[in-house]
């Protein structure tokens, strides 16, 4: 069970476009449909952004976008806003019916 | 409106006992798998179990399977997290999530449990 890999940061400028990967392998992000991402600010609980690796819930801005290929997932957050500036995790359901998380991107905003 | 609310952290020592409960509104708490998730200070998220919505289906992390028991009460809505044999490695805020087809889609706020000597 050991977590799926993400950078430790990225960071881009106002109105610029970033992606952060997720790779693990063909056991849960390469195996089944089932990558969601979070979303979570200082002090504050983890936020739904993506499920099913491109699906945004009702009320998520659509500058955000998830996709995969092969055993990478990523995230893509386009006009990048102060806003969006935070930590942001990815998860994938399991073969053997569990869920394991990313080890976590801070987003940073120059 | 969806609401998760969990209480029951606190300080224990090395080898004691816990249990955390998180009570839901707001939605059919019955027809919902729930899970636990804890994120150790400053450290990523880490999926600790889940519990299928008649809670007849039970899943563990490998680092704490044996030690700690997901269920739940669905009359009271409200789900609960036994946890024995407390490692200081324990020590996390445990979040309580609902469950939404494959993804966590609500969370509560989250409790803190402090294992020390």
């Known amino acids: 069970q050991s977590a799926l890999t993400q950078p430790a940061s990225v960071s881009g400028s106002p109105g610029q476009s970033i992606t952060i990967s997720c790779t693990g392998s063909?056991?849960?992000?390469?195996?089944?449909?089932?990558v969601s991402w979070y979303q979570q600010h200082p002090g504050t609980a983890p936020k739904l952004i993506i499920y099913?690796?491109?699906n945004r819930p009702s009320g998520v801005s659509d500058r955000f976008s998830g996709s995969k290929s092969g055993n990478t997932a990523s995230l893509t957050i386009s006009g990048l806003q102060a806003e969006d500036e935070g930590d942001y995790y990815c998860?994938?359901?399991?073969?053997?019916?569990?869920?394991?998380f990313g080890t976590g991107t801070k987003v940073i905003v120059l | 409106e969806v609401q998760l609310v969990e209480s029951g952290g606190g300080s224990v020592q090395p080898g004691g006992s816990l249990r955390l409960s998180c009570v839901g509104s707001?939605?059919?708490?019955?027809?919902?798998?729930m899970h636990w998730v804890r994120q150790a200070p400053g450290k990523g998220l880490v999926w600790v179990s889940h519990?299928?919505?008649?809670?007849?289906?039970?899943k563990y992390a490998d680092s704490v399977e044996g030690r700690f028991t997901i269920s739940r009460d669905n009359a009271k809505n409200t789900l609960y997290l036994q946890m024995n044999s407390l490692r200081v490695e324990d020590t996390a805020v445990y979040y309580c999530?609902?469950?939404?087809?494959?993804?966590?889609?609500?969370w509560g706020q989250g409790t803190l449990v402090t294992v020390s000597s």
């Open positions: 707001g939605f059919a708490f019955n027809n919902y798998g």
């Open positions: 099913d690796v491109s």
């Open positions: 519990s299928r919505h008649d809670g007849t289906i039970t």
């Open positions: 998860c994938s359901y399991t073969s053997t019916t569990i869920y394991v």
């Open positions: 063909s056991s849960e992000v390469g195996g089944n449909k089932y």
């Open positions: 999530t609902r469950g939404a087809g494959y993804n966590l889609g609500y």
